[in-house]
C-alpha cells in the first residue's frame, strides 16, 4: 500500500512537551513545493496511557480548539503519566476557512475515514490519524459543536456499540467529561465518522456537542477545557479529582423520530428552545415564505415527547435542513 505523505516535525515519542507540525506536501498554483502545515503538540512523562486529542474535525467548531490551544500551552509534563497528543485544528484548510468543510477538496473530514493515502488533502489527513495516532492511543476525545448552522445543549457523547465493555468503558469516560449534560448518541449516518473508526479500533472514544453558532461562548470553552482535564483524570494521565461543569443530566436518543427535518426553504420561527420540554404533536418551529407575506406558514410538529437537544441555527432554513433533534430523559 502507497505511504501516507505526513511526516510529524516533532517526535511523538520522546519525553517532555514538544511543539510542532504535521506536514503534508501540497503542491498547488501558489506554493510549488508547499505544505498544509498541521499544529500538534506533543507531551510525554513516563509510564502511562496516551490520550489523543482533537479539535477542528470541521473547521467551524471552535470550542475544541480553544480548549486545546490552552491545554497544550499549560500542561506540563511533571503533571502527567503516559503521553498527551493533541492536535487543535485536525482539519487545517477548514480551519482556516472557518468552514465546515476543507475548502481545497470539498470533502467532509467526519465521513471519509478510514481515509486514503494517496487520495485528496482531506482523505490523506483522515488516514494518518486512522493508521498512525489512533493504533498509539488509548483514549480519544475528538469535540464538536454546531458550528454555523446548528446550535446544542453543551453535552459528552458516547455511543451505542456491540461490545457491552467497550461501550460501558466509553459510558464511564463520558460522564466523567463532566459537561452540563451526556447523551447516548445515535448518529443520522455513521459510516466514514473519525468516531466509528476510532471505536473499530477498540479505543475508549468521548466526543462532544458544546454549542454552535459559529463562534463559542466563554461558557463553552470552560466546560470543554474542564472536560478533557476530567477525563486525563479518569483515565489516569493526570492527578486530582474528576471536577463536573454541572449536573450531568443523561440524555438519550432512542430512533430516528429524534430528528425533525425543514420540508420547504424560508425563514424559521423556532416554537421552542433549547432545553425546553415539548410534547409529541406540539409545534416546534414555522417557517414562513421568505419570498411573499400573506401565507401561511409550514408548521414543524414534534415527533415525540422530549427536550430540545438541537436547533437549526441562521434564521434562513433550507429543505433537508436538521431543523431540531430531541432527547429524552
Not at 20 to 38: E, Q
Not at 142 to 159: C, E, I, N
Not at 185 to 200: H, Y
Request: with cysteine; proline share 8%.
Amino acid at each position: 500500500m502507497t505511504a501516507n505523505p505526513i511526516s510529524p516535525t516533532i517526535p511523538l515519542d520522546r519525553p517532555g512537551k514538544h511543539h510542532g507540525f504535521l506536514r503534508l506536501p501540497y503542491s498547488r498554483n501558489d506554493s510549488a513545493w508547499g505544505s498544509v502545515m498541521i499544529p500538534i503538540t506533543v507531551i510525554a512523562n513516563g509510564q502511562g496511557p496516551t490520550a489523543l486529542l482533537t479539535g477542528g474535525n470541521h473547521g467551524d467548531e471552535y470550542e475544541g480548539p480553544i480548549a486545546l490551544q490552552s491545554l497544550a500551552w499549560q500542561i506540563e509534563p511533571d503533571q502527567i503519566s503516559g503521553r498527551i497528543i493533541i492536535v487543535p485544528y485536525m482539519n487545517y484548510p477548514a480551519f482556516r476557512a472557518g468552514t465546515r468543510v476543507s475548502p481545497i477538496d470539498q470533502v467532509n473530514m467526519n465521513r471519509c475515514f478510514p481515509g486514503r493515502p494517496d487520495g485528496t488533502v482531506t482523505q490523506k489527513i483522515a488516514h494518518y490519524f486512522n493508521d498512525v495516532l489512533v493504533p498509539m492511543s488509548d483514549v480519544v476525545l475528538d469535540y464538536h459543536s454546531g458550528g454555523k448552522t446548528l446550535d446544542f445543549l453543551p453535552y459528552a457523547a458516547a455511543h451505542y456499540l456491540d461490545d457491552a465493555e467497550q461501550q460501558a468503558a466509553c459510558v464511564a469516560a463520558m460522564q466523567a467529561f463532566g459537561a452540563p449534560y451526556s447523551m447516548m448518541m445515535r448518529e443520522i449516518d455513521n459510516v466514514g465518522m473519525f468516531d466509528t473508526a476510532v471505536e473499530s479500533q477498540g479505543k475508549l472514544f468521548v466526543t462532544t456537542e458544546l454549542g454552535g453558532g459559529g463562534t463559542a461562548t466563554a461558557r463553552s470553552a470552560r466546560i470543554a477545557t474542564d472536560g478533557a482535564l476530567n477525563l486525563l483524570r479518569h483515565v489516569g494521565i493526570m492527578s486530582g479529582p474528576v471536577a463536573p461543569s454541572g449536573d450531568g443530566v443523561l440524555l438519550d436518543m432512542p430512533g430516528d423520530d429524534c430528528f425533525h427535518f425543514a420540508t420547504r426553504d424560508g425563514l424559521m420561527q423556532p416554537l421552542a428552545d433549547l432545553g425546553e420540554a415539548v410534547t409529541k404533536g406540539q409545534p416546534l418551529a414555522h417557517i414562513w415564505p421568505s419570498d411573499r407575506s400573506g401565507v401561511a406558514p409550514v408548521e414543524v410538529l414534534a415527533n415525540m415527547d422530549g427536550i430540545v437537544a438541537a436547533r437549526h441555527f441562521p434564521g434562513l432554513i433550507q429543505t433537508g435542513d436538521c431543523l431540531a433533534v430531541l432527547a429524552v430523559t
